[in-house]
């Protein structure tokens, strides 16, 4: 019974890795589609402020949060690297997909997504080795990935929308509802495949813990734009509640033998794209 339990957890998880990457590509070539390079930076020139609030948040506040309070649940070592590692990342693609599902500006999110992934990419070599000891960042690796995951889809998007918007609006007419199957699966796959890993989990505070850090960081995004429009609190919420787990589970790879370090993230991710998930239904309802 448990060896067909097995295998159907692992042709769950091929399912999941194969849709994953296409999920994500066509995710930000949608992204790209629907923005031009002048909107972008005049977006960015306009709300500097915002951006970089959103930055110090992400990449200050929320690391040193989990730097701090991580070891009093008493966390193995390999656990506290997988937290750290997943909890430093920000500017994923999938919150794009949060962020329109809560009819939010997802033009303005995925200038957000950008400009964090740039932060991203400036702050992870200097910040690794000083949360994880005798940690370096493999930057060839890290730009290839997120070169793969987000710059090429992301051109591909802005040349077609350059030479012809109307062909952008019509890949777009199809690109909307295939991401939205291919959401629910990439998520729910994720947590069925990592059923056993979540299950060994019960008892030891880790996913207690994880939850509440993905609640305690989207609520106190939320809180500090509260002189900014609703729409832009809620994306400020979404984006600091979905981490990049391509890139944290890309660190963890190259940087790690144990295999519990790439574990914990797959499953703190499942947690938090579960709850950014029900929070943006919550800002759906709110902006309805």
């Known amino acids: 019974m448990s060896t067909i339990i097995d295998f159907l ?71 506290e690297a997988g937290f750290l590692l997943y909890f430093m990342t920000c500017g994923a693609p999938v919150s794009v997909a949060f962020i329109d599902a809560a009819d939010n500006d997802d033009k303005f999110g995925g200038v957000v997504m950008l400009v964090m992934v740039v932060v991203m990419m400036i702050f992870l070599p200097v910040a690794m080795p000083f949360f994880i000891d005798g940690l370096s960042v493999p930057i060839g690796q890290l ?13 591909i998007g802005l040349a077609i929308n350059y030479f012809s918007s109307t062909t952008a609006k019509k890949i777009q007419a199809y690109i909307a509802p295939a991401n939205s199957i291919m959401l629910d ?19 030891t505070g880790t996913l207690a813990y994880a939850a509440v850090m993905n609640i305690l960081i989207m609520v106190a995004s939320y809180f500090i734009f509260f002189r900014r429009s609703e729409g832009k609190q809620q994306i400020a919420a979404q984006m600091t509640g979905m981490r990049n787990a391509g890139i944290s589970m890309l660190l963890a790879s190259t940087n790690f033998q144990n295999p519990d370090v790439l574990m914990i993230i797959v499953v703190i991710s499942s947690i938090g794209t579960v709850l950014v998930q029900f929070a943006s239904q919550i800002f759906a309802k709110i902006d309805s």
């Open 185 to 203: 699966i990439v998520i729910y796959g994720n947590i069925i495949a990592n059923i056993p890993q979540i299950i060994g989990l019960l008892g």
């Open 9 to 79: 957890l692992n042709i769950i998880s091929s399912i999941t890795d194969f849709i994953l990457p296409i999920f994500v590509f066509l995710l930000v070539l949608n992204v790209g589609l629907s923005q031009d390079l002048s909107q972008v930076w005049q977006t960015v020139k306009k709300d500097w402020r915002y951006m970089a609030g959103l930055a110090a948040i992400n990449y200050l506040l929320v690391p040193f949060l989990i730097h701090w309070t991580l070891p009093l649940i008493g966390a193995p070592a390999a656990i």
């Open 143 to 155: 730009f290839a990935n997120i070169a793969q995951s987000i710059l090429i889809p992301l051109l």
